[in-house]
């Protein structure tokens, strides 16, 4: 692992209040409660009313600010991973750095990399507390999916839901490494821009299904690889939690590690770039991550794109 360590300061996350179960979305199409459990183990999702990805960062935000030491002030930089910003431009990051009142000299900007977006920008906060004079960054991991999802889609709608999940990361001496994929793929996955008539997220499920269990396990395999350990090495695993199936396809490779596999789609459904870190915030609050443990993420999403990272906590 590098020596370029970096330590998560604090989390935090945030969901909208309307909670959507499969229940009420077998109202709106020809699903059921028992479809929807079986092939994907999501029983609720939260979708926005009153909310948006600019709210949800900023309370996310504020959150992983308040259960930390630090002040406004020390923080320098934001960053929010997003493919439902609320507008083009501005970015979402910008917005918070006014809501919060963070400082002015300080960077702020979103990036795209759909479901992987918040390993993205783990790695790119390394980068920067290494490269500029950045000591705490705020990585955010934003969401309003409900705003591109085709509620007459019964393959997508039941999917996804809206939230937010927020880390700050300082330097430190424990290690990290990570890894990344791409691959341009616009077929299985895909949710046209500005100035396209159809909004909505096109998939072809099965596909990204296929892709999702593969991709799972080289992310895996090959940071573990990378660092001459095995599963032995790791404490937690997180995955994206896009499809409690996926993950219990891939958690079977590894025959007595399989408690290790964080789940939590049950409640939020697919959140997209905002599921691993609302996954950190659970398993911090809930000090089932504590110091000295090694932590491995592994995210894939729309690009296509993924990623594993090991983090020493
Ligand atoms: O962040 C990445 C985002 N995307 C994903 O992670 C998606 C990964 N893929 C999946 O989660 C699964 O492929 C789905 C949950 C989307 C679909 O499950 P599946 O087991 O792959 O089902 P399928 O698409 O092969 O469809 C099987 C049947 C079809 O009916 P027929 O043709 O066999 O009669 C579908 O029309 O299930 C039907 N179906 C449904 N039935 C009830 C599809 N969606 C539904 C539904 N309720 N919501």
Redesign the pocket.
Known sequence: MKDIGIRIVSTGRAVPKKRLSNDDISQM????DE??TA??GIKNRYICEDESCVSLAIEAARSAINKSSLDIGDIDGVIVATSTSDDALPSVACMVQRALGLKEQIMAFDISA??TGFLYELAIGAGLLQTTSAENLLLIGSEQLSRIVDYTD???C??FGDGAGAAIITSGSKGYDQMFWARGERDI?CAPGVGQPQQKIL?K??D??KF?VVVLKQGIDEILSKNDMTMEDVDCVIC?Q??E??IRHVQKKYPGHEDKFYLNMEEYG?T?AASIPIALDELMESGRLKEGMRLLCVG???GLTWSSAILEL
Not at 29 to 32: A, C, E, I, N
């Open positions: 199409v020809d699903t059921s479809w929807i092939r994907t759909a479901c019964r393959g997508t039941i999917l996955l998939m499920g099965t990204v299904f999702a994206h896009a499809n199936r996926i697919n997209s894939f999403g729309a």
